[in-house]
């Protein structure tokens, strides 16, 4: 069941970052610093003025599923996203740092970039490119029906999850390191990134529960295995979802502090 697995980001989705290189400018990284002193280099991690942004809140009405309709699955992605987007407006705009919503992309099939190539990632159903400021979401054959809803929202909310760590020079800091990192440090690097999109999920998903499924559900998405080049850098199941309850029971980006976690926590 856990096909999409948290293999939704980039470098990956949970492979977030198409490519372990450093991202492409992105029109707004001007903007970000004219509007901010967002720090820069492993300040950027570890001392993000997000993680001082209050408990998330959300008040949006989604649609009902009762069929994998690909308009049907459209429009509940597509409410998900948009809720996501005032959501994380608040949140920035409470620290002072300057905000603006990614693109996104519901594809029946992979497609391609024009930064970071084929897009979501071979294994992945969802990969956020920073380049171009787009998460692409790949929706799959089965369809979204009521009982897929809590997967199809967390492969939205982790995708997000890596836009903000964008806009704050997170990912920066993360690919700036890669550069100079051997094997085992990559692969912790990008752990860290991983869990804390997964973290940052459940903030977001925490602040829509009203609209949400049981968080059973989403505890189920954790269940059966995974690969391990994707355990290597997305961390194990467990783990993420240790990450992704973190966010879910604080309600605040604060509680997602992994690059000042011990190793034995982003394993």
């Not at 597509?78 to 608040?90: E, G, K, M, P, Q």
């Given at each position: 069941?856990?096909?999409?697995?948290?293999?939704?980001?980039?470098?990956?989705?949970?492979?977030?970052?198409?490519?372990?290189?450093?991202?492409?400018?992105?029109?707004?990284?001007?903007?970000?610093?004219?509007?901010?002193?967002?720090?820069?280099?492993?300040?950027?991690?570890?001392?993000?003025?997000?993680?001082?942004?209050?408990?998330?809140?959300?008040?949006?009405?989604?649609?009902?599923?009762?069929?994998?309709?690909?308009?049907?699955?459209?429009?509940?992605?597509?409410?998900?996203?948009?809720?996501?987007?005032?959501?994380?407006?608040?949140?920035?705009?409470?620290?002072?740092v300057f905000f603006t919503k990614p693109r996104r992309e519901f594809v029946?099939?992979?497609?391609?970039?024009?930064?970071?190539?084929?897009?979501?990632?071979?294994?992945?159903?969802?990969?956020?490119?920073?380049?171009?400021?787009?998460?692409?979401?790949?929706?799959?054959?089965?369809?979204?029906?009521?009982?897929?809803?809590?997967?199809?929202?967390?492969?939205?909310?982790?995708?997000?999850?890596h836009h903000v760590q964008y806009l704050t020079n997170i990912t920066d800091?993360?690919?700036?390191?890669?550069?100079?990192?051997?094997?085992?440090?990559?692969?912790?690097?990008?752990?860290?990134?991983?869990?804390?999109?997964?973290?940052?999920?459940?903030?977001?998903?925490?602040?829509?529960?009203?609209?949400?499924?049981?968080?059973?559900q989403f505890e189920g998405l954790y269940s059966g295995t995974l690969a391990?080049?994707?355990?290597?850098?997305?961390?194990?199941?467990?783990?993420?979802?240790?990450?992704?309850?973190?966010?879910?029971?604080?309600?605040?980006?604060?509680?997602?502090?992994?690059?000042?976690?011990?190793?034995?926590?982003?394993?």
């Amino acid at each position: 069941m856990l096909a999409f697995l948290l293999v939704t980001t980039c470098a990956v989705g949970p492979a977030s970052q198409a490519t372990p290189m450093r991202s492409a400018p992105s029109p707004y990284r001007a903007l970000v610093h004219r509007w901010t002193s967002v720090p820069i280099g492993e300040e950027a991690a570890v001392r993000s003025p997000l993680y001082g942004a209050p408990e998330a809140t959300a008040e949006c009405e989604l649609p009902l599923v009762w069929t994998g309709d690909w308009t049907d699955q459209k429009n509940y992605l597509s409410a998900v996203s948009a809720c996501l987007d005032r959501i994380w407006a608040r949140e920035f705009e409470k620290v002072n740092v300057f905000f603006t919503k990614p693109r996104r992309e519901f594809v029946l099939e992979r497609v391609h970039d024009p930064q970071c190539g084929t897009m979501p990632v071979a294994g992945a159903e969802g990969t956020y490119c920073g380049a171009t400021s787009t998460y692409y979401v790949l929706v799959g054959g089965d369809g979204l029906w009521p009982w897929s809803r809590a997967e199809a929202a967390q492969v939205v909310a982790h995708e997000y999850g890596h836009h903000v760590q964008y806009l704050t020079n997170i990912t920066d800091y993360r690919d700036f390191a890669l550069e100079s990192a051997k094997r085992s440090a990559a692969d912790l690097l990008s752990r860290r990134l991983e869990l804390q999109a997964e973290c940052l999920s459940g903030v977001a998903i925490r602040a829509m529960e009203r609209t949400m499924p049981p968080w059973e559900q989403f505890e189920g998405l954790y269940s059966g295995t995974l690969a391990r080049r994707w355990v290597r850098d997305h961390g194990r199941l467990s783990t993420q979802l240790l990450w992704m309850e973190r966010g879910f029971r604080s309600g605040r980006p604060g509680a997602c502090t992994t690059w000042t976690s011990l190793k034995s926590e982003v394993t």
